[in-house]
């Protein structure tokens, strides 16, 4: 028993000049005058490159559990319009239906990455045409209609219009 308290005692000493050096992945960003902390994960949403978990016959159902506990708390966000933690509840939940990416998108919108928007509204359209495992079901669509949304909202910003009515 001693031996190991030892053991532990000395790797947490020789490990600790590793673990002050390992890169924190938190930083802070300043967005609509609010500076605000985000993770790593920030980075590949500004630049469209998320990626989330396909539902699929057999894989996917863990992702698309918390997706399904995590509804009113994004609905909420949405209403709320407070895009950097809808962005964090989605990336944690980390499932890709229709509506997450469409939700993606509309906060890339929102924050000005229209690049990412365009790459997320693209995302929900292709999920969309897969019914049952990468499309939202009735309610949990948030009383958005797929793919004609996230089409409506693909043709705005190529044209330079946005004009979201959800």
């Given at each position: 028993?001693?031996?190991?308290?030892?053991?532990?005692?000395?790797l947490?000493?020789?490990?600790?000049?590793?673990?002050?050096?390992?890169?924190?992945?938190?930083?802070?960003?300043?967005?609509?005058?609010?500076?605000?902390?985000?993770?790593?994960?920030?980075?590949?949403?500004?630049?469209?490159?998320?990626?989330?978990?396909?539902?699929?016959?057999?894989?996917?159902?863990?992702?698309?559990?918390?997706?399904?506990?995590?509804?009113?708390?994004?609905?909420?966000?949405?209403?709320?319009?407070?895009?950097?933690?809808?962005?964090?509840?989605?990336?944690?939940?980390?499932?890709?239906?229709?509506?997450?990416?469409?939700?993606?998108?509309?906060?890339?919108?929102?924050?000005?990455?229209?690049?990412?928007?365009?790459?997320?509204?693209?995302?929900?359209?292709?999920?969309?045409?897969?019914?049952?495992?990468?499309?939202?079901?009735?309610?949990?669509?948030?009383g958005?209609?797929?793919?004609?949304?996230?089409?409506?909202?693909?043709?705005?910003?190529?044209?330079?219009?946005?004009?979201d009515?959800?």
């Amino acid at each position: 028993m001693k031996i190991a308290i030892r053991i532990t005692l000395v790797l947490c000493v020789l490990a600790l000049p590793v673990a002050c050096t390992l890169p924190n992945p938190y930083r802070a960003e300043t967005i609509d005058n609010e500076t605000i902390v985000l993770q790593d994960y920030w980075a590949e949403f500004k630049e469209g490159k998320l990626k989330m978990t396909q539902g699929g016959w057999v894989s996917g159902y863990s992702s698309a559990t918390k997706a399904g506990l995590a509804w009113e708390r994004i609905e909420y966000l949405k209403e709320a319009e407070d895009w950097p933690a809808l962005v964090k509840n989605i990336y944690d939940h980390n499932y890709g239906d229709n509506m997450n990416w469409y939700l993606l998108g509309t906060a890339a919108r929102e924050l000005g990455y229209e690049a990412a928007a365009v790459i997320y509204f693209r995302n929900s359209i292709n999920e969309s045409s897969r019914k049952f495992r990468g499309a939202c079901i009735g309610s949990s669509c948030l009383g958005y209609t797929f793919p004609q949304d996230a089409e409506a909202a693909l043709r705005e910003l190529e044209t330079g219009k946005t004009n979201d009515t959800n």
